[in-house]
Structure formats: C-alpha cells, structure tokens
C-alpha cells in the first residue's frame, strides 16, 4: 500500500502556510514540540501540562492533525500530562515512509510513540479514526492502558456509502460561500462548516493523499478483550452508524464501558461543546486513577 504524502511542493506548502497560522493562534504557547522517529515515520508529539499521573493521549480524527483537539488541550492539561499525536500517514507535520497495513501495525506504531516519550501507560483520548486505533491498542496491549475516552470511534460496522456520501457533501460544501456553508452545517449535521478558523485549514487537506486502510469491524470478541474502563461518547445522529445499536454492542460486549449518547450532534460530537465534554473526560479519568 502507498504511504500517504502530500500531492506536491505547492500543496504542502498551502497547507503549512494556513496551519502555522492556527497553531500560533489556537494552540497554547505552553506546548512543547518534538519528532519521534518509528518504524513506520517520523511522528510530531505536542506535550503539556505536569504531573505524575498517566496523561491524556490525543488521537485525531480521519485527515485531521492533532491541531483538532484546540478547544480541549488547555482543559485537559490543567489535570495531569497531555501528549497531543500528529498521526503518520495524516495532513500534519508528520512524515510516512512506510505503510500501515492492519489495527496491530497502527497499534505498533503508537507502542513505538509512547515507548520513545517514556510513557508506560496513558489514557487514549479520540475521535473517530483514532477511537479505532486506540481500541485496536487496547486489544494488542492492554497493561499500557490506563482508560480510554472515545468520541463516535470507528470500528463498529462497515463504512457505508451513507457516511461516504456524508463526507463529500462536507468536503464540497466547505468550498462554498461563508452563508452558504453556514446554512448548510444545520442540514449536514456538521458543527465545522460554521467554524471559519478551521476552514481554510480543512480545504488545505486536499492536498494531502491520504492512503490508510478502513477500520476493520471489531467482532464480539474483539470488544471483549478490552478491559480498560472505557467511556465512549456517541452522537445521537451519527453518519456513521445507529448510535443506539452501537451504544448497546459496547454495553453487552465490554464490562468495562460507560457509553452516554449525545442526542444533538452528529459524527461531529468531538466538536460540540468542548468544554463540557473536556470536563467529562478529566471526571472519567480521575474516578479511574
């Protein structure tokens, strides 16, 4: 399989023109930045905050770099560690050289990130394409996780041509005038399209390839293996999948879960009240130790 890498010169240059222009405004100066080489590439961690405890891990969502988790950073850190990942094979600062071609390989890769950081166990923190690798590392390497906090991961279920459909419509409609977008975000189900800082940032990702595997579905037993205490947070309109068929796999399935359905978002929970949900997951962590 191909590794992913932007289309050209120009298109990486787009990119980091608007992404260096939002880090320097959203992101807290605080943050320190390192590269740590792998296997698989070289990957750009963002570490904040202090503290002995296990710290957060942040896992991006599909095409998205760790500059996603803005809103949620500061909040976190105020309680323990915050390492924020920039994904091999993702629009970001990290470099690909080699493919990722299965859940233990991505699990691997992070073993590898979080081993070279010093990190023995940590509480994964993501969204989407990343919930899938965390609960993928959960399964293959179950004494590193301390808890896991997960915003509509992926996994359960095949990608449907809803949610791909989904997708497009996003992505086209980001190319479309201020009001238009704005009009459109309701209907879509897509707090983003309202987000005039992350736009810019959002068109330069098409100039990325992005050539990742889909997320295989997990099995019954798959989700079983997995004993980290565990809170995943559904939106009740997922493109994704039914959240209230999911919502009920995790309940039957993983003893360890707390699943809570957010009624009004869509696969765009992460995005949706920041604030409040930053403060649920710190709540989560602290009860778990």
């Given amino acids: 399989m191909p590794i992913g890498e932007f289309r050209n010169d120009q298109a990486r240059t787009r990119f980091f023109d608007v992404y260096d222009d939002l880090v ?11 590269d740590v080489d792998t296997s698989f590439g070289t990957t750009r961690v963002h570490r904040l905050g202090s503290g002995e405890q296990a710290p957060f891990v942040l896992l991006p969502g599909s095409g998205g770099p760790s500059l996603m988790w803005h809103a949620y950073v500061a909040r976190l850190a105020a309680s323990r560690p915050v390492i924020a990942i920039d994904p091999v094979g993702e629009p970001g600062p990290s470099v690909q050289t080699r493919a990722i071609d299965s859940g233990d390989e991505w699990s691997a890769w992070l073993d590898e990130v979080l081993t070279a950081l010093g990190v023995g166990r940590a509480h994964l923190v993501a969204t989407s394409y990343g919930g899938w690798v965390a609960l993928r590392h959960a399964m293959r390497s179950p004494q590193t996780v301390a808890g896991l906090a997960l915003l509509d991961p992926g996994g359960f279920g095949k990608v449907s041509p809803k949610f791909i459909a989904w997708m497009i419509a996003c992505g086209l409609t980001s190319f479309t005038p201020r009001p238009v977008r704005h009009a ?3 209907p879509l189900r897509n707090v983003t399209l309202r987000d005039d800082d992350a736009m ?19 099995t019954d037993g798959d989700l079983e293996r997995i004993t980290a205490p565990t809170l995943v947070l559904l939106g009740g309109h997922s493109q994704l999948y039914d959240a209230r068929q999911v919502a ?3 309940t039957a399935r993983m003893p360890h879960a707390v699943v809570e359905i957010i009624p009004e978002a869509g696969h765009d929970v992460v995005l949706r009240n920041p ?15």
Avoid: M, N, Y
């Fill in 275 to 289: 604030e409040g949900l930053a403060a649920r997951i710190v709540a989560f962590a602290e009860a778990e130790g």
């Fill in 184 to 186: 459109l975000a309701g």
């Fill in 248 to 250: 009920a796999t995790i």
């Fill in 200 to 218: 810019p940032l959002v068109k330069a990702t098409f100039g990325f390839r992005r050539r990742h595997i889909l997320p295989t579905p997990f």
């Fill in 24 to 34: 320097t405004r959203l992101w807290p100066s605080t943050s320190v930045s390192s």
